[in-house]
Nanobody, 124 residues
Framework: QLQLVESGGGLVQPGGSLRLSCVAS????????IGWFRQAPGKEREEVSC????????NYANSVKGRFTISRDNAKNTVNLQMNSLKLEDTATYYC?????????????????WGQGTQVTVSS
């Protein structure tokens, strides 16, 4: 059964860090590009970052450049998102999604499957 399970969210103060993980089951993660998306209450879902299947290409939204780092461990079927210097506006539910490619324009999405997401709350 296809699953993408996000974890690692939580409550953190501004300036803090979190590491999100996206674990795949039911399919091989290493043949897909993977993207991280987020959706804040009342806002549209937006792409945060993506990484190609081979890790040779990454892309970041301007709002997170220099603060977030995406990486993958294909042996563990996992993609991680290290989030540093968190800001109040990073508060959202974060989702991972598989794609065909990750390029300069972001993730070329493969299908409509979404995991359940993990909540990140940045608050003082």
């Amino acid at each position: 059964q296809l699953q993408l399970v996000e974890s690692g969210g939580g409550l953190v103060q501004p300036g803090g860090s979190l590491r999100l993980s996206c674990v795949a089951s039911g399919f091989r993660l290493d043949i897909y590009a993977i993207g991280w998306f987020r959706q804040a209450p009342g806002k549209e879902r937006e792409e945060v970052s993506c990484i190609s299947a081979s890790s040779d290409t990454t892309n970041y939204a301007n709002s997170v450049k220099g603060r977030f780092t995406i990486s993958r461990d294909n042996a563990k079927n996992t993609v991680n998102l290290q989030m540093n210097s968190l800001k109040l506006e990073d508060t959202a539910t974060y989702y991972c999604k598989r794609g065909i490619v990750c390029g300069a324009m972001g993730l070329d999405e493969y299908d409509d499957y979404w995991g359940q997401g993990t909540q990140v709350t940045v608050s003082s």
